[in-house]
């Protein structure tokens, strides 16, 4: 089983930065891929970003591709999601998810474990 708490959410206005954390319980991180996942108001969630286990395979939407880094830290049990440039359509509740797929993913359905999401609004 593992536990994932995100942080680092808030309001900001367009073209400023922020980085959200999201912490693992438990001894077996490096074993998971991590994601980041976004809804919008009224819109399904959608994959911003992927990671794996070793750090050296990334994923983005192209959304994001140029504005977001993703990264992790094994020793801290930490993924993060750098976010610059933000733009209003940003603005949604971030989920990071755990996937223990050998390969990362842009699909919900392959992800084991999920946070309970942080708030992110971009104000224009």
């Known amino acids: 089983q593992v536990q994932l708490v995100e942080s680092g959410g808030g309001l900001v206005q367009a073209g400023e930065s922020l980085r959200l954390s999201c912490v693992a319980s438990?001894?077996?991180?490096?074993?998971?891929?991590m994601g980041w996942f976004r809804q919008a108001p009224g819109k399904e969630r959608e994959f911003v970003a992927a990671?794996?286990?070793?750090?050296?395979?990334?994923d983005y939407a192209d959304s994001v591709a140029v504005r977001f880094t993703i990264s992790r830290d094994n020793a801290k049990n930490t993924a993060f999601l750098q976010m610059n440039s933000l733009k209003p359509e940003d603005t949604a509740v971030y989920y990071c998810?755990?996937?223990?797929?050998?390969?990362?993913?842009?699909?919900?359905?392959?992800?084991?474990?999920w946070g309970q999401g942080t708030q992110v609004t971009v104000s224009s």
């Open positions: 998810a755990a996937s223990r797929k050998i390969l990362t993913s842009r699909y919900e359905v392959e992800y084991d474990y």
């Open positions: 438990g001894r077996t991180f490096i074993r998971y891929n």
């Open positions: 990671i794996g286990w070793r750090g050296a395979t990334t």
